[in-house]
């Protein structure tokens, strides 16, 4: 079963704009990723952050954990068309059990 | 640098079929991961392995199921009598289990229909 949600389930922007995407989790985590997916075709990792952290940035990406709500945003800032895959969360409990959340699809215009 | 590879990539079925995938790893990976998903779904675990051991099996994996790694190496899952709500993508994953690393690298799946 899926761990928790992406929010939104959709999200269209232009490029250069910023895409705020958002994931809740059930349980408790040790850490929680973010992967890639584009259409039809495997998952590219893309950050982790420990649930011991709060912020983590990678490139364009900024990923940011909230325990306390069981929450996850993931930023790209500045976007392009190639950014456009859908994004899923993914969390583990010290084991290598990946849960995924249900994704969200990103779509960015030229 | 040799990614995940699975085959097929595409596989039409009958009902009550058998079918069996395979997956290659990245071949310094000691740890190979399969996960179903299903349209407009994040991916669900199935098994994964650690060298030729399965170390753990979802309850999504029924007695149709079955899963293996040879000498460590690639994987094969294996359907029997294939039904209908089987058809989904089928990915496999692997990673060096080190401390402190959890990166999955994932294949491009391989589709199954079952008609």
């Known amino acids: 079963s899926q761990q928790g949600e992406e929010d939104p389930q959709a999200l269209s922007i232009q490029e250069g704009e910023n895409a705020t995407m958002n994931c809740s989790y059930k349980t408790s985590i040790n850490n929680l990723q973010w992967y890639r997916q584009n259409s039809g075709r495997g998952l590219v990792h893309l950050i982790l952050?420990?649930?011991?952290?709060r912020e983590k940035h990678s490139g364009r990406l900024r990923v940011t954990l909230d325990t306390s709500k069981k929450s996850s945003s993931l930023l790209i800032t500045a976007s392009r068309a190639a950014d456009t895959a859908s994004y899923f969360c993914a969390t583990d409990w010290y084991t290598d059990k990946l849960i995924f959340g249900t994704g969200t699809r990103l779509q960015v215009f030229p | 640098d040799t990614g995940v590879s699975q085959n097929p990539r595409h596989k039409i079925t009958k009902r009550g079929q058998n079918v069996t995938f395979r997956c290659d790893p990245i071949s310094e990976h000691n740890r190979l991961y399969w996960y179903r998903q299903t349209l407009g779904q994040g991916p669900e675990f199935l098994t994964y392995f650690q060298n030729e051991a399965q170390l753990e099996k979802s309850r999504l994996l029924s007695d149709r199921f079955s899963a293996e790694r040879p000498k460590g190496s690639f994987s094969t899952l294996e359907i029997q009598r294939t039904e209908q709500g089987d058809s989904a993508m089928y990915l496999c994953a692997s990673s060096l289990r080190s401390a402190g690393a959890y990166e999955q690298y994932f294949g491009p799946g391989t589709r199954l229909t079952v008609t």
């Open positions: 952050i420990r649930s011991n952290e």
